[in-house]
């Protein structure tokens, strides 16, 4: 391996909201030190030698003015990157920028839907899907997925019901895919289906595919899109921030074909960008694939690490290494019995194990009993935080 992902780096006084921002988030007394934190979805490994250097020669330059991307090399490396790896012949002219995804989410929303029109999701859910609703006082309505021998499923029945009932009115789907938080990485079948049931109600779909590059190996992402190359219903958003933790860089790409809709966007939004973001991310899809390649090798085994330690230290958990993503989606319902009513699992392990999780309250609806634990840190980590939740839900 040329990259260490094993090392142990001090996110101390760095503004951190993995590290310093659960004390506001989640609670005010204790000392940092004490946690294992696997909750926010960032990664506790360092971002690429290749991006701080391209970000570094970048600052070299001295003035850090207003900036926008004009050079044509940018979007060139990006065209390569989809192409390369997922045989998407991306059109730069649809790309509109964005600080993130979730605000693109609250931007495209009333972009997508009039008033009186309405939005519907899987769940278990990213939260933002729901808060970028409601925020925009649209109504949301759920399909929950089901769980069939260990493996998260669609219910099209259901989905194609909503969608033709006119009371509802549904003229979005917010689609995750790979679906955050069970790591589903969807077929081609499924897409190829759930496509077909929106279309043809004339529904748009929001294709939030920013853990596209994040899947176990072996494994293909098909964006959606690129299924339905004629129709322009189809907004995908993609992101370096996952992928290459880059998340604070606050830029992600997202793919709008419906010429009206983007024009809206571009009128409403600015595209300056942060110069050393521009240079980050051009960095990252020139240079960083190799450490991609590792990246996932080492994912793989921390999945691996957990699977075992589930097996032996709670084997009546219920857990399927998910296809992607660095998180991982584990039913505890069993050992539930200890939580005393009113409490919640959260609050549970960070008292009892000292480890800092996302529990079912952060997932909107059909969670209950899961916690999701990010896996990106160092694999002694990683250990020790699965140790100590088990210690506590066993005591
Ligand atoms: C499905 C999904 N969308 C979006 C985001 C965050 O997007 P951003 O940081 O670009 O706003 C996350 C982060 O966990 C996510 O899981």
Request: hydrophobic residues 35%.
């Amino acid at each position: 391996m040329k990259y260490n992902f094993d090392e142990v780096i001090e996110r101390k006084n760095t503004n951190s909201v993995s590290y310093e921002g659960w004390k506001s988030h989640i609670v005010k007394e204790a000392t940092q030190e004490e946690y294992i934190r696997m909750w926010v979805a960032d990664m506790d490994f360092s971002t690429p030698p290749e991006i701080l250097e391209a970000m570094h020669t970048r600052l070299n330059k001295k003035i850090l003015g207003y900036s926008e991307v004009f050079d044509d090399k940018y979007f060139k490396v990006l065209e390569d990157w989809f192409l390369k790896r997922y045989n998407w012949p991306i059109h730069t002219k649809h790309l509109v920028f964005s600080p993130g995804v979730v605000p693109a989410l609250n931007r495209l929303v009333p972009l997508l839907t009039e008033n009186n029109e309405n939005v519907l999701i899987n769940t278990p859910s990213y939260y933002p899907f729901y808060t970028s609703t409601l925020n925009n006082e649209r109504k949301i309505f759920f399909s929950g997925l089901k769980k069939i021998n260990g493996r998260f499923e669609i219910d099209y029945a259901d989905i194609e019901k909503k969608l033709t009932d006119t009371d509802k009115n549904i003229k979005l789907f917010i689609h995750s895919h790979p679906h955050n938080p069970t790591g589903r990485v969807w077929t081609k079948e499924e897409l190829q289906k759930l496509g077909e049931i929106c279309l043809k109600n004339d529904v748009f779909i929001l294709s939030d595919e920013i853990h596209c590059d994040l899947l176990r190996r072996g494994l293909q992402h098909i964006p959606f899109s690129s299924l339905f190359p004629s129709s322009d219903k189809i907004i995908t958003c993609t992101a370096p921030s996952k992928t290459f933790n880059v998340a604070g860089n606050l830029l992600s790409h997202i793919f709008i074909p419906n010429d009206k809709i983007r024009e809206e966007w571009n009128r409403l939004y600015s595209s300056s960008l942060s110069p050393l973001s521009i240079a980050g991310t051009q960095a990252a899809y020139a240079q960083c694939e190799d450490w991609l390649e590792e990246l996932k090798i080492y994912l793989d085994g921390n999945f691996k690490l957990l699977d075992r330690k589930i097996k032996s230290l709670l084997p009546h958990a219920k857990f399927t290494v998910p296809e992607s993503t660095y998180l991982a989606w584990l039913d505890i319902s069993v050992y539930l019995d200890k939580i005393p009513e009113g409490g919640n699992v959260r609050d549970f392990l960070l008292k009892n194990a000292k480890v800092i999780v996302e529990d079912s309250n952060r997932f909107v609806d059909n969670s209950q009993g899961f916690i999701r634990l990010n896996l990106a840190s160092p694999r002694k980590v990683i250990a020790e935080g699965i140790e100590r939740i088990a210690q506590a839900l066993n005591a």
